[in-house]
């Protein structure tokens, strides 16, 4: 499920009461031990070591450090071929709706422009899918990203394909960490 709205379209994160730029990285999250700290009661809305082992979770952290930005789950869907993002959160010191502000702002789609990227890796041309949290969130999508309303695994149930993911890609600056946590 994907809870937010894309709050702008930036290159990389933007501090909100700076308006600093940092730039990010990305760094896949392999150990359950690790990911038992981001759980609903830490703010992180689902407990993200519960994901299966087919489920991959990719960390958006600030360069050089393991300050986690956001999560998202994704799993290969070779049937759709595309890439279908379980879960995306930005971290509880981003979530306007739980704290009031947020400390960055471009974190949603940086989570997105990754799953695009990891759907690109696996030869699927960007193409992914997703069920958004509500209608408002879904038409957002569609409004933001072109998302297409597909309503086969759910009523917010969305596509992005490969022409609409490209533009979204172009947009998102991170580099790829060989790290793993």
């Known amino acids: 499920m994907i809870p937010f709205f894309i709050d702008g379209l930036t290159p990389c994160l933007k501090n909100v009461l700076t308006g600093d730029i940092v730039e990010t990285e990305v760094i896949r999250v392999k150990r359950k031990s690790f990911l038992s700290k981001f759980n ?20 958006l952290v600030l360069r050089g450090t393991v300050d986690i930005q956001g999560l998202i789950a ?48 696996r030869g699927h041309g960007g193409c992914v899918h997703a069920i958004a949290m509500d209608k408002d969130i879904l038409q957002h999508y569609v409004e933001v990203f072109d998302a297409i309303v597909v309503g086969i695994m759910h009523p917010y149930h969305f596509v992005i394909e490969e022409e609409s993911a490209k533009k979204i890609k172009e947009v998102y600056k991170y580099e790829w960490s060989d790290e793993e946590l």
Not at 44 to 59: H, L, Q
Not at 92 to 117: D, T
Request: hydrophobic share 35%.
């Open 74 to 121: 994704l799993t290969d869907d070779e049937e759709s071929n595309a890439v279908y993002m379980n879960w995306a959160c930005t971290s509880p010191e981003n979530n306007i709706w739980r704290n009031g502000s947020k400390v960055y702002e471009g974190v949603g789609g940086h989570l997105f422009a990754i799953a695009i990227n990891i759907s690109e890796q």
């Open 40 to 59: 609903e009661r830490t703010g992180w809305y689902v407990d993200w070591s519960k994901f299966d082992k087919e489920t991959e979770i990719y960390a």
